[in-house]
Each structure stands twice: as structure tokens, then as C-alpha cells.
């Protein structure tokens, strides 16, 4: 479904890309580099634990 404001800033969205994934082009930057920094859990993480034993 297709949002005609952007979820994080709320500014109408003018782009068809950009109502299909609820964020500007600038916010949809920010949202994605900003959940890079700080990631749920990474794969290493699990390795390390598997080798603790
Ligand atoms: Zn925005």
C-alpha cells in the first residue's frame, strides 16, 4: 500500500519510489545508515559464541 507522506519527517512524498517505502529519498538514507550502525545481532557475534564451548 502506498503511503503519500513520509513516515519519519512526515513530508508529502512526490515520487511513486518513495511512497512505496514510506520515506523521502534523504530520510530513507538516514533510517538506513542509521540501523547499520547499530544492527540487532551480527553473524559474528554467533560465531563467537559457538566457539566459547
Ligand atoms: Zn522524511
Do not use: A, Y
Not at 519510489?17 to 559474528?44: A, D, H, R, Y
Amino acid at each position: 500500500m502506498l503511503k503519500t507522506h513520509c513516515i519519519r519527517c512526515g513530508r508529502k512524498l512526490k515520487t511513486l519510489e518513495s511512497q512505496e517505502l514510506g520515506f523521502g529519498k534523504i530520510c530513507w538514507e538516514k533510517w538506513n545508515s542509521g540501523s547499520n550502525i547499530k544492527p540487532l545481532f551480527t553473524l559474528e557475534d554467533m560465531n563467537v559464541k559457538k566457539d566459547n564451548k
